[in-house]
C-alpha cells in the first residue's frame, strides 16, 4: 500500500508542477487577466478537475507561479552576491544591483512587479517575498556589521528598512516611461543608501 501512496504523491506532485511549468510563460507573456484557465489546462495537458484538485483557484496557480519565480530570483541574487561575501557591503551592493537588473526581466517585471501586488494583495505580496528575501539581507547585514563596515544596530529592522527602499525602486523602475534612465537612477540612489549605512 505504501508503494501505491507514494506513486500517487508523485503523479500528484507532477501534475501539480505541469499546471506551474504552464502556467508561468503564459502569466509571463500575457499577465494574470489576460489568461483563461481553459488556456492553462490546455497548455499543461490536464483537465479543469486537476487544476482544482491542485489549487483553489487561478489566484492560487498564480501564488504557486510567483513563490516559484521568487524562490529562483532569491536563490540567482544569492549566488551573485555570494561571490563578494569577503566584502559584505559588497555584496548588498551587488545583490541590489542584481535585484534591480531582474525587474527589467518581462517575466520578473509582470509576475513579480505588477501582477502580484494586485492579483495578492500586497500584504501577500510581500510576505512571500519576505519569506525569500529577508534572510539574505539579514545575513548581509549582519556579516557587514561584523566587518565593521556598518554601525551596530538592530539587524532585523534595518532589513525590513532596506528591502522596503530595494523594492519601492524595482516598482519605480516597473511603472517608469523610460527604465533605462529609471534604472540609473534608482541604482544611484540605492548605493547611496547603502554605502551611508
Known sequence: MHVKQNKHAARSEATRATLVAAARPLF?????????TEEIVRAAGVTR???YHHFRDKED???AVFEQVEAELMQRIGEVA???AADPRAELR???????????????LRIVLLDAPAVLGRERWREIALRYGLGLVVTA???AIDAGQIEP???EPLAHVLLGAIDEAALYLAA??????????????LERLISAL
Open 141 to 143: 547585514l549582519q556579516a
Open 82 to 84: 555570494g561571490a563578494h
Open 61 to 63: 496557480l498564480f501564488a
Open 94 to 108: 551587488v545583490g541590489a544591483e542584481t535585484w534591480l537588473d531582474a525587474c527589467a526581466e518581462p517575466e520578473v
Open 153 to 155: 544596530q538592530p539587524v
Open 176 to 189: 517608469a516611461q523610460d527604465q533605462a534612465a529609471a534604472r540609473t537612477e534608482v541604482g544611484a540612489v
Open 49 to 51: 478537475g486537476a487544476l
Open 28 to 36: 509571463a507573456a500575457q499577465g494574470f487577466a489576460g489568461v483563461g
